[in-house]
């Protein structure tokens, strides 16, 4: 028997805060501008942009112990270079906010289009910069669930952005693991659980 990750009292109330963002080209989400004083960072989770799996890019800014989702990027239907391309104009607009990308396939492709672009801010895995982007295997993206479950129910992480809240009620815990049960297969979720993990990597 399945049950809900996510605290559902906690989601609750998410849902009842979210609010409807100022969109810019149909796909960019912008629910609180760059403020001076927050810490930014961001997790990319990338899909083909053929209508299937979604590309989302989610910037979270941090003032002193509490974290809210401030921008997102959310579209099945651009392709890797545009998505990286506006990926790398609204990190740079969030003062250069530390960027994470998943190093898979699609990743890397974004990830190079970064790099080609100059974004100056990129996760590294290694302390030699030599190995750029996070790779995601099963047990490390089970542990960054949980972790993001954690931040998510104690009250230290918000997103008001509705679809994301969404994929969170649709997540379940199927044989003692975090697993997305809904069509989107969890996209919003696993870019906000790879900018939680940059939020450890940037002061209070």
Request: charged share 20%; net charge negative.
């Amino acid at each position: 028997t399945a049950q809900s990750c996510f605290n559902k009292e906690r989601l609750t109330q998410l849902m009842a805060d979210c609010f409807q963002p100022s969109i810019r080209q149909g796909f960019i989400y912008i629910l609180y501008p760059p403020s001076v004083g927050a810490q930014y960072v961001g997790g990319v989770d990338v899909g083909e942009g053929v209508g299937l799996d979604y590309s989302c890019l989610t910037i979270v800014g941090k003032r002193g112990l509490s974290s809210e989702v401030s921008a997102v990027i959310y579209s099945n239907e651009v392709a890797t270079d545009l998505f990286a391309y506006e990926c790398d104009k609204l990190c740079r607009e969030y003062f250069n906010a530390l960027l994470v990308v998943e190093n898979n396939s699609l990743g890397i492709a974004v990830t190079n289009k970064l790099l080609e672009l100059g974004y100056a801010n990129l996760y590294y895995s290694d302390d030699k910069r030599e190995k750029v982007g996070w790779t995601t295997g099963e047990k490390n993206k089970q542990l960054g669930i949980i972790e993001l479950i954690q931040v998510i129910n104690d009250g230290s992480l918000s997103t008001r952005f509705k679809p994301q809240v969404k994929e969170m009620t649709e997540y379940q815990w199927v044989n003692g693991k975090p697993q997305p049960t809904g069509a989107t297969h969890g996209d919003t979720v696993i870019s906000l659980m790879l900018a939680s993990q940059m939020l450890k990597r940037v002061g209070i």
